[in-house]
């Protein structure tokens, strides 16, 4: 990718994981949970969002060394034990933040597909909204992965049927599960390949065309 692109990427990617992570509170807070809206979280300004290695230095990183570009915001803080019923609780908090990223693919894709049927769009403008579909295509599916701290683990757990104390039980080693599945994306990014082959087909479905096509 052009190092032009850093700089829009990176707030696009800011922007989408800020709406990613207030839907996690925002859905919290209907299960009876206030403890994002209590620590200033349940805002789109993304100040209070931003973690510095997450957000800004692994991304900015891996673009510029070539890899599949990995990220997010600061997680908002969710008291499990606040959720009722606890277990639906659970699966939609964790559900949330991936829905909400779908959502920005789906209707992005249809204004880019639109403006594009009646050549109303200029190139910055196909580049621009075909980042915010790609960046908001990797965050859903990335975060699909059953593995903690990802949001499929919340969901996965709930189908499981797993109490509070066991999720703690699990996620007291999820450093160990993130440490490990950057290390797979950096060093072997093949072991991954079914998830960039479904984040380029998600953002064909979305676009109408491959994301090579127009980053080649």
């Not at 993304?46 to 990995?70: N, R, S």
């Amino acid at each position: 990718m052009s190092i032009l692109l850093i700089v829009p990427v990176l707030v696009i990617l800011v922007f989408s994981a800020v709406f990613h992570e207030v839907a996690h509170g925002w859905m919290a807070l209907r299960f009876g949970d206030s403890t994002a809206r209590d620590y200033g979280r349940l805002t789109l300004n993304p100040i209070p969002h931003i973690d510095p290695m997450l957000t800004i230095f692994l991304p900015m990183m891996l673009m510029l060394l070539g890899m599949p570009i990995i990220g997010g915001a600061k997680p908002v803080p969710v008291d499990y034990q606040n959720l009722h019923p606890f277990r639906s609780g659970v699966f939609w908090v964790g559900a949330a933040g991936i829905l909400t990223n779908f959502i920005i693919v789906a209707v992005v894709g249809i204004m880019l597909r639109l403006l594009m049927a009646f050549d109303m769009a200029a190139d910055i403008t196909i580049v621009i909204l075909s980042l915010i579909i790609w960046i908001n295509c990797i965050l859903g599916l990335f975060n699909l992965l059953p593995m903690p701290p990802l949001d499929g683990s919340k969901m996965l757990f709930s189908a499981l049927g797993l109490s509070y104390d066991q999720q703690v039980a699990i996620e007291m080693n999820s450093r160990y599960f993130l440490i490990g599945l950057i290390v797979l994306v950096v060093f072997m990014p093949g072991s991954l390949s079914f998830l960039f082959a479904s984040i380029d087909f998600l953002f064909q479905l979305a676009a109408g065309f491959s994301f090579s096509a127009l980053t080649g």
